[in-house]
């Protein structure tokens, strides 16, 4: 098992421009979930999914979208790219989305917007 | 919505010694308590979790403990070694009203740093 891939690992994007972070999961998981990881500070959720066709907002979604077309694949897509969404994103899926339900996190993009 | 508070930001010990890093939540439907071990430049991994039906649980050198009625649960880790030197993030997870699922909210993190 791969466990939850990310690509890519680096990103440079201009002010404006937009792009798709992909992320996979081959652990048949119903639960993804989207982070964003600030220099000093802890992961705060951008969008999550409890199974194909569907997703929800989290605590910052503003700039942001996603689908989830298939249970493996949550692209997260960034429109007009602002400096304020330089940051490293992480993935992560769970088998469930209640308690004892361990999320396992991808390697991260980190992606700077100058 | 949930609000985790993670103390201290960064916690040096030598060797050997113990390490105790505290979270407060607000929310007292939580129900879920995760901590996750991030190594310099390496994704979120878990290391101990705690269900809110349970005071205590321990593995190996790392134990969690669990206050309900204060809203408060700790991370110990025992006879530290140069390898636990990594940030470490606290997390509670409140089920949506209605739903079999919920979120996790994070704490801000805490560097530990073990000096040999």
């Known amino acids: 098992n791969a466990g939850v891939t990310q690509t890519p690992k680096f990103r440079i994007l201009k002010i404006g421009q937009s792009m798709t972070l992909q992320c996979a999961q081959d652990m048949n998981h119903n639960y993804m979930y989207w982070y964003r990881q600030d220099p000093g500070m802890g992961l705060k959720l951008i969008y999550y999914s409890v199974g194909a066709g569907i997703t929800d907002k989290g605590e910052v979604p503003n700039g942001y979208n996603v689908s989830r077309s298939t249970t493996e694949d949550f692209p997260l897509r960034l429109e007009l790219a602002a400096p304020s969404q330089t940051s490293v994103y992480f993935c992560?899926?769970?088998?469930?989305?209640?308690?004892?339900?361990?999320?396992?996190f991808g390697p991260g993009t980190r992606l700077t917007v100058t | 919505g949930e609000n985790v508070e993670q103390h201290p930001s960064t916690l040096s010990v030598q060797e050997g010694d113990s390490a105790v890093i505290k979270c407060t939540y607000s929310d007292s439907a939580s129900n879920y308590f995760p901590w996750y071990k991030q190594e310099l430049g390496k994704r979120p991994q878990l290391i101990i979790d705690?269900?809110?039906?349970?005071g205590e649980k321990k593995d190996q050198r790392i134990a969690v403990t669990l206050n309900k009625t204060a809203k408060h649960f700790s991370l110990h880790i025992t006879e530290t070694q140069p390898e636990d030197s990594a940030v470490y993030f606290c997390a509670a997870l409140r089920v949506a009203g209605g739903t079999s699922y919920g979120k996790l909210t994070f704490g801000q993190g805490t560097i530990l740093t073990v000096h040999p």
């Open positions: 705690i269900r809110s039906n349970v």
């Open positions: 992560a899926s769970s088998s469930t989305g209640n308690w004892g339900s361990e999320q396992y």
